[in-house]
């Protein structure tokens, strides 16, 4: 069965500092490949996604994940953190192009940061 | 960007009371909508796919006579929660894609927090 991972359940940084969350997935076939963030007490925002082409991706807020096909990785990456990107971050992976393909979700990472 | 309404955002409701709630797609059509189930500081999970016109298509483990889904039109669907208990107590949320755009994003809703007394 098709399974996304996310490595890292809480990660605890101070502000400036680089963020990397791990992202694997589990399908051979083609997919599409998406990180969305929940704030406190807000709904899913979509942060970025990959459907194809340059495997490195630019989301909003200064977010940027990297899909490395060989690894079946697709990790979110920021230079420079700040307390405002406190949230729950969740990586997302559709099998296949249709838009009835359903979307799978891993379990989520709680990015806490300190001022 | 594209629009899901959820609603209500939050419900009460008594044991053994059934509770609906509804998504819409506001500016896009959606053959297939997507309800998911939320657990305090947990990830989404999947319950089942609404399929406009035909019956929903039910994750492994997910009650259907439970969990009633209904996708009546391309841009509603409904999940009614029957004979509601405590363990039901949680946050739902939908979802869509644009039918006309598969190479696109899902869009989330904002979510009903569900709670049975």
């Known amino acids: 069965a098709q399974s996304v991972s996310q490595h890292n359940h809480h990660v605890i940084l101070s502000e400036a500092a680089s963020l990397e969350l791990g992202c694997n997935y589990s399908y051979g076939g083609t997919v599409n490949l998406f990180w969305y963030v929940q704030y406190p007490g807000q709904h899913l925002q979509l942060l970025l996604k990959y459907f194809s082409g340059d495997p490195l991706v630019k989301g909003i807020k200064g977010f940027e994940a990297e899909f490395i096909k060989s690894k079946f990785s697709f990790n979110l990456r920021k230079p420079s953190v700040q307390w405002s990107d406190t949230a729950e971050y969740f990586c997302a992976v559709t099998p296949g192009y249709s838009s009835a393909s359903k979307i799978i979700f891993g379990s989520g990472t709680r990015l806490s940061i300190r001022p | 960007g594209a629009v899901v309404s959820q609603h209500p955002s939050w419900v009460i409701c008594k044991s053994g009371t059934s509770v609906k709630i509804e998504c819409r797609s506001l500016?896009?059509?959606?053959?297939?909508m997507f309800w998911y189930r939320q657990f305090p500081k947990q990830s989404l999970m999947l319950m089942a796919t609404?399929?406009?016109?035909?019956?929903?298509?039910?994750e492994q483990g997910v009650e259907k006579d439970k969990f009633l889904i209904n996708h009546a039109s391309l841009t509603l669907s409904t999940l009614t929660v029957t004979s509601a208990h405590p363990e039901d107590s949680s946050f739902y949320i939908c979802s869509a894609r644009d039918s006309h755009l598969p190479n696109t994003e899902a869009f989330f809703g904002q979510g009903t927090r569900l709670t049975v007394v």
């Open positions: 500016d896009f059509q959606a053959t297939t």
């Open positions: 609404s399929n406009e016109g035909s019956k929903a298509t039910y």
